[in-house]
T-cell receptor, first 115, second 114 residues
Framework: AQSVTQLDSQVPVFEEAPVELRCNYSSSVSVYLFWYVQYPNQGLQLLLKYLSGSTLVKGINGFEAEFNKSQTSFHLRKPSVHISDTAEYFCAVSDSLRGAQKLVFGQGTRLTINP | NAGVTQTPKFRVLKTGQSMTLLCAQD?????MYWYRQDPGMGLRLIHYSVGEGTTAKGEVPDGYNVSRLKKQNFLLGLESAAPSQTSVYFC?????????????FGPGTRLTVT
């Protein structure tokens, strides 16, 4: 079984500042890793994913994340945030085996951008 | 393509009432999932389906039943609603083939049980 811990429930930052949202996972098998974003009163939208290959993954809206297998982490970063990045961000993990590849989500991190 | 749609968007139930939430996808996806979202707990998997006519339990299945009679539809039923089932419910789908591994989410159903 997999589990995910998002280390910060809320992260306030100023506009144009850099941000890092932290995510750690545990699993006894190889995993796929995802970051989803949820804007207010909307569903979830995929930001980026790590399946294999390069450990630095680039996603939409200028976000990137780095898979670190030794530290079992998949932190999300953006060098300069905008007001429009205000949302809740979810880290998720699934096993990489054949089958349903059920997602296990972290608790979420609410990113608030202050002008 | 409409993607993943959910009906209804909002619902208020009294304790003990029943209801069915409908999820529909027009992407010919094999896999479909039902999640619930509660504050501070992220999303938790209720039930899922790997194809028409098949269903399986997820992490929090108690109090819910599901059916997948048609490939494009996945129904979530509450036979006797309880206040603990107040939540936002999301449906998702994913194709069997391909390398994306992405799940596509619907807009959600906000359910309040009083």
């Amino acid at each position: 079984a997999q589990s995910v811990t998002q280390l910060d429930s809320q992260v306030p930052v100023f506009e144009e500042a850099p941000v890092e949202l932290r995510c750690n996972y545990s699993s006894s098998v190889s995993v796929y890793l995802f970051w989803y974003v949820q804007y207010p009163n909307q569903g979830l939208q995929l930001l980026l994913k790590y399946l294999s290959g390069s450990t630095l993954v680039k996603g939409i809206n200028g976000f990137e994340a780095e898979f670190n297998k030794s530290q079992t982490s998949f932190h999300l970063r953006k060098p300069s945030v905008h007001i429009s990045d205000t949302a809740e961000y979810f880290c998720a993990v699934s096993d990489s085996l054949r089958g349903a590849q059920k997602l296990v989500f972290g608790q979420g991190t609410r990113l608030t951008i202050n002008p | 393509n409409a993607g993943v749609t959910q009906t209804p968007k909002f619902r208020v139930l009294k304790t003990g009432q029943s209801m069915t939430l409908l999820c529909a996808q027009d992407m010919n996806h094999e896999y479909m999932y039902w999640y619930r979202q509660d504050p501070g707990m992220g999303l938790r998997l209720i039930h899922y389906s790997v194809g028409e006519g098949t269903t399986a339990k997820g992490e929090v299945p108690d109090g819910y039943n599901v059916s997948r009679l048609k490939k494009q539809n996945f129904l979530l039923g509450l036979e006797s609603a309880a206040p603990s089932q107040t939540s936002v419910y999301f449906c998702a789908s994913r194709p069997l083939a391909g390398t994306s591994r992405e799940q596509y989410f619907g807009p959600g159903t906000r359910l309040t049980v009083t």
